[in-house]
C-alpha cells in the first residue's frame, strides 16, 4: 500500500504531530508499506535526504516563529512533483493548508481522503487570538472542525474524548479511534545521574520533569503556581521544563513573579535519541497539567522511561491514566496537586512501584499493533467499508467508532 500524508508541520518542527506521523510512518515501512511525506521547509534546516520526505516551499506565520505556512503556488505543483507515483489513499493530518491540498490531491489521484484529528481548538485558539471573545473562537473552532470533518471520507481520532466532541459538533463522517503508539525501542535506557551532574543538580535534590511544547495551552503555568505549595514541603523541589515555543518569556516573568527563580530550570530542546531521554530518567516524577491533549502522548514516553507520573486526567489523557498504572491523577487544584506531588515525593516504594507499573502499562501501546490497526482502516476505507473498523484502546476493551454513529448515545450537539 502506498499512503500520501500530508501535513503543515513536520520535522524539525517539534510537536506531537510530527512525532505522531514519524510514529507511524516508522512502523507502516516495518510493515512493507510506503509512505511519503509532504511537509513544509524550514528555514535553516539541512537538506532533505529522505526520497519519502516532499518539502513544500512555505513563509513565515504571524504570532508563531516555530510553524511554516505552505504557499498555495508551490503546493499546486505537487501533482508534477509527485510525478506517476501511483498511491493508495491520502491522508491529512493538520487542518490548515494541508488539509485543502490533501483534498485536492486526493481528487487529482482519484483516491480517498482521511484526516486525523490531532489538535482540540476548542481550547487552544483563543490563547493565540486573545483579543477576540472567547465564546466567538470556541463557535469559529466547532463551524470549523465541523465542516473539514465532513468533507473527508473518514476520520481518526486519538481518544475517546475526542471522538465524543467531534461527534457533539455534527461530524458526519465515519471515525475510528486509533492512538499514536510508541516505539518502545527509543524510549529504553537514559542517564538521569549524568544529566544532574551536567545540570550541576545534587543527586538527592527532589527534581520534576515537564517535556513538552512550552505553550499556553499546555497549563504550564498552573504547575508553576503548584510549585509555590510543594516548595512548602519540599524547600529544594527542583521543575524541570525540557522544550521552546512562544510561551517562554511569560512563563519566566512568572517564574520572577513567584519568586520561585531557585526552584525553576528552563533547558530549552533537548535531542529525543539522548539528552530528552537523560532529562525524563533525572526526575523523581513527570508532571503534566494540560487539559487540551487528544491523546498525552507524552505521558506514555514517561512511563516507558520508568519516570512516576502527576497528571491532570481531562480530554485524551484520560484514556492513558483512567487505568491507574504509573500515575497518579489529580484534580485542577493547585493544591491538591501539589499534594500528589508531595506524596510521591515523600514515598520511594511508591515511586518504584509506579515505576514497574508504568514500563508494563506502557509496553501495550507499543506502535507495530497501532500500525497494523491502521493499515486495517485504511484498508476498509479504500473498500468503502470505513464504517466496520473497529479500534480497541491498549489496556481498555474494544470500543468502536464507525459508520455515522458512535457507541456512545444521547451525546449533544453542541
Known amino acids: 500500500m502506498r499512503i500520501l500524508y500530508v501535513s503543515d508541520?513536520?520535522?524539525?518542527?517539534?510537536?506531537?504531530?510530527?512525532?505522531?506521523?514519524?510514529?507511524?510512518?516508522?512502523?507502516?515501512?516495518?510493515?512493507?508499506?510506503?509512505?511519503?511525506?509532504?511537509?513544509?521547509?524550514?528555514?535553516?534546516?539541512?537538506?532533505?535526504?529522505?526520497?519519502?520526505?516532499?518539502?513544500?516551499?512555505?513563509?513565515?506565520?504571524?504570532?508563531?516563529?516555530?510553524?511554516?505556512?505552505?504557499?498555495?503556488?508551490?503546493?499546486?505543483?505537487?501533482?508534477?512533483?509527485?510525478?506517476?507515483?501511483?498511491?493508495?489513499?491520502?491522508?491529512?493530518?493538520?487542518?490548515?493548508?494541508?488539509?485543502?491540498?490533501?483534498?485536492?490531491?486526493?481528487?487529482?489521484?482519484?483516491?480517498?481522503?482521511?484526516?486525523?484529528?490531532?489538535?482540540?481548538?476548542?481550547?487552544?485558539?483563543?490563547?493565540?487570538?486573545?483579543?477576540?471573545?472567547?465564546?466567538?473562537?470556541?463557535?469559529?473552532?466547532?463551524?470549523?472542525?465541523?465542516?473539514?470533518?465532513?468533507?473527508?471520507?473518514?476520520?481518526?481520532?486519538?481518544?475517546?474524548?475526542?471522538?465524543?466532541?467531534?461527534?457533539?459538533?455534527?461530524?458526519?463522517?465515519?471515525?475510528?479511534?486509533?492512538?499514536?503508539?510508541?516505539?518502545?525501542a527509543e524510549f529504553a535506557g537514559g542517564d538521569g545521574a549524568g544529566f544532574r551532574r551536567a545540570h550541576g543538580i545534587p543527586a538527592e535534590r527532589p527534581v520534576l520533569v515537564h517535556v513538552g511544547r512550552v505553550a499556553f495551552e499546555k497549563n504550564i503555568d498552573?504547575?508553576?503556581?503548584?510549585?509555590?505549595?510543594?516548595?512548602?514541603?519540599?524547600?529544594q523541589v527542583l521543575l524541570l521544563i525540557a522544550g521552546e515555543g512562544p510561551a517562554l518569556p511569560q512563563l519566566k516573568n512568572l517564574v520572577c513573579r513567584l519568586r520561585l527563580e531557585a526552584n525553576v530550570q528552563f533547558v530549552g530542546y533537548l535531542d529525543r535519541a539522548s539528552d530528552l531521554l537523560d532529562c525524563f530518567r533525572a526526575g523523581d516524577a513527570f508532571v503534566f497539567a494540560s487539559r487540551t491533549e487528544t491523546q498525552g502522548l507524552v505521558l506514555l514516553e514517561a512511563m516507558a522511561l520508568g519516570v512516576p507520573v502527576v497528571a491532570?486526567?481531562?480530554?485524551?489523557?484520560?484514556?492513558?491514566?483512567?487505568?491507574?498504572?504509573?500515575?497518579?491523577?489529580?484534580?485542577?487544584?493547585?493544591?491538591?496537586?501539589?499534594?500528589?506531588?508531595?506524596?510521591?515525593?515523600?514515598?520511594?516504594?511508591?515511586?518504584?512501584?509506579?515505576a514497574a507499573e508504568g514500563r508494563q502499562f506502557a509496553a501495550a501501546w507499543d506502535a507495530a499493533p497501532q500500525a497494523q490497526r491502521l493499515v486495517d482502516f485504511y484498508a476498509g476505507v479504500i473498500r468503502g467499508r470505513a464504517g466496520i473498523f473497529a479500534a480497541q484502546l491498549p489496556g481498555s476493551g474494544a470500543y468502536a467508532a464507525t459508520g455515522n454513529s458512535v457507541e456512545q448515545r444521547g451525546v449533544p450537539r453542541l
Not at 504557499?71 to 508534477?80: M, Y
Not at 498552573?222 to 524547600?235: D, I, M
Request: charged share 20%.
Open 9 to 184: 508541520v513536520y520535522f524539525p518542527r517539534v510537536n506531537g504531530v510530527s512525532t505522531s506521523i514519524r510514529s507511524f510512518r516508522r512502523a507502516l515501512q516495518t510493515l512493507g508499506h510506503d509512505v511519503v511525506v509532504v511537509a513544509p521547509e524550514y528555514v535553516q534546516s539541512a537538506p532533505e535526504t529522505d526520497a519519502g520526505i516532499v518539502r513544500v516551499a512555505a513563509r513565515g506565520v504571524p504570532r508563531d516563529p516555530e510553524d511554516r505556512l505552505m504557499r498555495r503556488s508551490a503546493l499546486l505543483e505537487l501533482p508534477a512533483r509527485l510525478g506517476t507515483r501511483a498511491f493508495d489513499l491520502v491522508h491529512i493530518q493538520t487542518p490548515f493548508a494541508a488539509h485543502y491540498a490533501g483534498l485536492r490531491l486526493a481528487r487529482e489521484f482519484g483516491v480517498p481522503c482521511v484526516a486525523t484529528y490531532h489538535t482540540f481548538f476548542e481550547e487552544y485558539l483563543y490563547h493565540y487570538v486573545p483579543f477576540a471573545p472567547r465564546a466567538l473562537m470556541r463557535a469559529l473552532a466547532r463551524g470549523f472542525s465541523r465542516r473539514q470533518g465532513n468533507q473527508v471520507d473518514a476520520l481518526v481520532v486519538p481518544s475517546r474524548a475526542m471522538l465524543t466532541t467531534l461527534t457533539a459538533y455534527g461530524v458526519r463522517a465515519p471515525m475510528t479511534i486509533l492512538p499514536t503508539g510508541i516505539s518502545l
Open 222 to 235: 498552573f504547575l508553576l503556581r503548584t510549585l509555590v505549595h510543594v516548595r512548602v514541603q519540599h524547600p
Open 312 to 354: 491532570i486526567a481531562e480530554m485524551g489523557a484520560i484514556d492513558i491514566l483512567e487505568a491507574g498504572k504509573g500515575a497518579l491523577t489529580a484534580p485542577p487544584d493547585e493544591q491538591a496537586f501539589a499534594d500528589a506531588v508531595c506524596l510521591l515525593l515523600e514515598s520511594p516504594l511508591l515511586r518504584r512501584r509506579l
